[in-house]
């Protein structure tokens, strides 16, 4: 027996060195053959039980079949049932034991598992001689699962208990211990949890240090420099980054993530400093990780994505129509990767619609199911449309009269955008049979979702042609329209389903003083009321709330409306709604920067009647989409309807109104909640304007951004 038992250790560490399966194989089957041929109680057994168990679990960690994981554990469990408590070997099967437990936890998320792991292993080292060589690893892995529980059930006491088992893990590994590297990895992570619980920046300090000590160093400063902001962390994390990968060998598993690290760095210092050349070698470094990532790796889908948004920020600076289309496949890649079968690709249904106009030359990058396409777009002059934009940028400031010429000015706008624009990429889709030709009935328009780069970020897309009387000539007759303000935010919006007046669906407003309580608006608020009671949706009505209250009831409702003045700054950072006290003497400001820091985990619908809500007034900004419905957005909710400009009351409150009474009207009919919010504020605007289609700045300023 003892040959057989000497033969199953030598297959098994000639595994370990050239990985050869059929080793491992061989190693079970004398074990198996051992349990044979003896009696249980018999100590031989015993050993053969417990190395089955871990020749099984060693199997487990190639093949990830669960069932070897179970029998291990089986096996095991019977080994240490009949090893004596005095045993010396028993310490090592318990130890055993609670790694092949923890192993189960990260398969299953079982709780259970975990707490039996960290027993066995305390059990373990209570009954492991102090000069054991084993014992530093049970400290280790005491460590590591304590940790685990702590980011589990958050028990401050489990993190400072980790703390202390790794130390003495570290202080009873000899300097040669192969681990040692892992274990000042292990402890330095635990510091920075620790560090990010309680901001004590000794423990960001002895991270750095323990992490000087193995290829991750870098990595530490990046957390560093994220956590505190010093750009002298994130120089450092760049060059660590850049020695690790220089002594890495080419085909060693480990060069994707460190050049996808290097590359990620290198493009945050990009956003920092705005140098060109950093922003050049990260996309080099992405593209070199993509190519060193197996194409089934499940990796891959995060390097298609990052390597998007790199060349559609150079696209950005650029303006090369190559870089925007490379990103949009990368991202229809990254898509298709996460949510199809290998061999099955099913392709999202949307119509993408991507403007550009440079000096050089204009385009309309064209996504839809069967196709990304660029159109030169040959009437869409750089100049002319710095000429409309800056025109856009002035409406609102003058009385009627200057209402009169504004409005003028509007026609004339939208026809030039329908021309050298829009309807261009119409006649595409049509001619392609992508859209029906010449329009629609409502009922079967199809979305189109907009996205304005450059000066073209602030243009009213959804409102661009001849609106005169039996014209279709102009988008609204065409298709139902939204904006985002990337591809990217598309791609991820439309991976969160809206769920509609379930549990979350309560709606939420807010009034101001008296002095800005119209009648309009108050009769808005009680229809508003009245159609949520019929619908058995129980909103929360906030008056002359604070910013601090209205941000956090904003956190626990699907619907959130607002009813107040919004002001558009030149920083549009800057931009606010303006909320008044009781008796209207004094004003608080709610802004867009502090909605955007929100993660507001219920979000569905964010209803912003108030004026210039999705206004940018530099022309300079346009590209960077910075208002108010933006900061909504940010904040999670993926419909947002806002107004691009000072909008008469009655229009504002018609729109609301009807958009509610469609909205709930339709409840509980099926179908996708996307559609039918979309198709809700379509009506509800197309209606005003079939009223009044000479009066663009009417009717043109409501907009809707949404996945």
């Given at each position: 027996m003892g040959m057989l038992g000497t033969r199953s250790a030598f297959l098994m560490e000639r595994f370990e060195r050239l990985g050869d399966s059929k080793d491992m194989e061989s190693a079970t089957g004398i074990h198996e053959e051992i349990m044979r041929r003896t009696r249980t109680g018999?100590?031989?057994?015993?050993?053969?039980?417990?190395?089955?168990?871990?020749?099984l679990c060693r199997k487990f960690e190639q093949t990830g079949n669960l069932g070897d994981l179970q029998q291990a554990i089986k096996h095991t469990e019977e080994a240490l049932d009949a090893t004596y408590v005095d045993h010396p070997d028993r310490a090592i099967t318990q130890s055993n034991l609670g790694a092949m437990y923890l192993r189960r936890f990260e398969q299953m998320g079982d709780l259970g598992d975990l707490q039996k792991a960290i027993n066995h292993s305390e059990e373990a080292l209570a009954a492991i001689p102090q000069d054991h060589p084993k014992r530093a690893g049970i400290h280790s892995n005491l460590g590591t699962w304590l940790s685990k529980r702590f980011e589990r059930i958050g028990d401050f006491g489990d993190l400072q208990e980790a703390i202390k088992h790794t130390e003495e893990a570290l202080a009873a590994a000899p300097h040669d211990y192969r681990e040692r590297a892992i274990l000042h990895y292990n402890l330095g992570s635990i510091f920075l949890s620790r560090f990010q619980q309680i901001g004590d920046l000794g423990d960001l300090k002895k991270s750095i240090t323990h992490a000087k000590e193995q290829n991750n160093l870098g990595i530490r400063?990046?957390?560093?420099?994220?956590?505190?902001?010093?750009?002298?962390?994130?120089?450092?994390?760049?060059?660590?980054?850049?020695?690790?990968?220089?002594?890495?060998?080419?085909?060693?598993?480990?060069?994707?993530?460190?050049?996808?690290?290097?590359?990620?760095m290198l493009f945050v210092r990009f956003g920092q400093i705005g140098d060109l050349g950093?922003?050049?070698?990260?996309?080099?470094?992405?593209?070199?990780?993509?190519?060193?990532?197996?194409?089934?790796?499940?990796?891959?889908?995060?390097?298609?994505?990052?390597?998007?948004?790199?060349?559609?920020?150079?696209?950005?600076?650029?303006?090369?129509?190559?870089?925007?289309?490379?990103?949009?496949?990368?991202?229809?890649?990254?898509?298709?990767?996460?949510?199809?079968?290998?061999?099955?690709?099913?392709?999202?249904?949307?119509?993408?619609?991507?403007?550009?106009?440079?000096?050089?030359?204009?385009?309309?990058?064209?996504?839809?199911?069967?196709?990304?396409?660029?159109?030169?777009?040959?009437?869409?002059?750089?100049?002319?449309?710095?000429?409309?934009?800056?025109?856009?940028?002035?409406?609102?400031?003058?009385g009627l009269?200057?209402?009169?010429?504004?409005?003028?000015?509007?026609?004339?706008?939208?026809?030039?955008?329908?021309?050298?624009?829009?309807?261009?990429?119409?006649?595409?889709?049509?001619?392609?049979?992508?859209?029906?030709?010449?329009?629609?009935?409502?009922?079967?328009?199809?979305?189109?979702?907009?996205?304005?780069?450059?000066?073209?970020?602030?243009?009213?897309?959804?409102?661009?042609?001849d609106h005169s009387r039996g014209s279709t000539r102009n988008t609204l007759s065409r298709a139902i329209s939204t904006y985002i303000p990337t591809i990217k935010a598309l791609s991820y919006a439309r991976q969160t389903q809206l769920q509609l007046f379930d549990k979350y669906g309560s709606s939420f407003s807010t009034e101001h003083s008296k002095k800005s309580r119209t009648p309009i608006k108050r009769n808005l608020l009680r229809y508003i009321?009245?159609?949520?009671?019929?619908?058995?949706?129980?909103?929360?009505?906030?008056?002359?709330?604070?910013?601090?209250?209205?941000?956090?009831?904003?956190?626990?409702?699907?619907?959130?409306?607002?009813?107040?003045?919004?002001?558009?700054?030149?920083?549009?950072?800057?931009?606010?709604?303006?909320?008044?006290s009781q008796d209207g003497n004094k004003t608080d400001r709610l802004l867009a920067r502090d909605i955007s820091k929100l993660v507001a985990q219920n979000a569905q619908i964010a209803y912003l009647s108030a004026?210039?809500?999705?206004?940018?007034?530099?022309?300079?900004?346009?590209?960077?989409?910075?208002?108010?419905?933006?900061?909504?957005?940010?904040?999670?909710?993926?419909?947002?309807?806002?107004?691009?400009?000072?909008?008469?009351?009655?229009?504002?409150?018609?729109?609301?109104?009807?958009?509610?009474?469609?909205?709930?009207?339709?409840?509980?009919?099926?179908?996708?909640?996307?559609?039918?919010?979309?198709?809700?504020?379509?009506?509800a605007v197309k209606k005003v304007r079939d009223r009044s289609p000479g009066c663009p700045l009417v009717w043109a300023p409501f907009m809707h951004t949404s996945a």
């Open positions: 018999d100590q031989v057994r015993t050993r053969a039980l417990a190395n089955l168990g871990t020749v400063l990046f957390e560093s420099f994220e956590q505190i902001g010093d750009l002298r962390d994130l120089q450092k994390a760049i060059k660590h980054c850049k020695e690790a990968l220089g002594a890495t060998p080419n085909n060693h598993p480990e060069r994707a993530d460190r050049h996808s690290n290097l590359g990620n950093d922003l050049q070698k990260a996309i080099e470094h992405l593209e070199e990780a993509l190519a060193a990532t197996p194409k089934d790796h499940p990796k891959r889908a995060t390097g298609y994505t990052l390597l998007g948004i790199l060349l559609e920020s150079r696209f950005k600076r650029l303006h090369s129509a190559e870089d925007l289309n490379k990103s949009l496949r990368l991202y229809h890649d990254a898509h298709e990767f996460r949510t199809s079968p290998p061999r099955e690709r099913v392709k999202a249904a949307r119509r993408a619609v991507v403007f550009n106009s440079t000096v050089y030359r204009s385009d309309a990058i064209i996504a839809t199911t069967s196709a990304i396409a660029s159109l030169e777009l040959p009437k869409l002059k750089y100049e002319e449309t710095g000429h409309w934009m800056r025109q856009l940028a002035s409406f609102g400031q003058g009269l200057e209402w009169a010429r504004e409005n003028k000015v509007m026609k004339d706008l939208l026809v030039w955008l329908w021309d050298a624009a829009v309807g261009p990429v119409f006649d595409y889709l049509e001619s392609r049979g992508i859209l029906i030709s010449g329009g629609a009935h409502d009922n079967d328009l199809k979305r189109i979702w907009w996205i304005g780069v450059g000066q073209l970020g602030m243009a009213p897309l959804h409102a661009a042609g009321l009245s159609s949520a009671a019929k619908s058995s949706i129980e909103p929360t009505v906030l008056r002359t709330p604070t910013p601090a209250k209205v941000l956090k009831q904003v956190q626990h409702h699907g619907i959130v409306h607002f009813a107040c003045h919004g002001v558009s700054e030149f920083n549009p950072s800057d931009n606010h709604l303006v909320l008044f004026c210039s809500s999705a206004k940018n007034p530099s022309v300079e900004l346009a590209d960077e989409v910075i208002h108010l419905a933006s900061a909504f957005q940010l904040a999670g909710f993926s419909h947002t309807f806002a107004n691009m400009w000072e909008t008469n009351d009655y229009a504002a409150c018609e729109v609301a109104r009807d958009f509610y009474d469609l909205l709930f009207q339709n409840r509980g009919n099926g179908g996708d909640d996307h559609q039918r919010v979309s198709t809700a504020f379509y009506k």
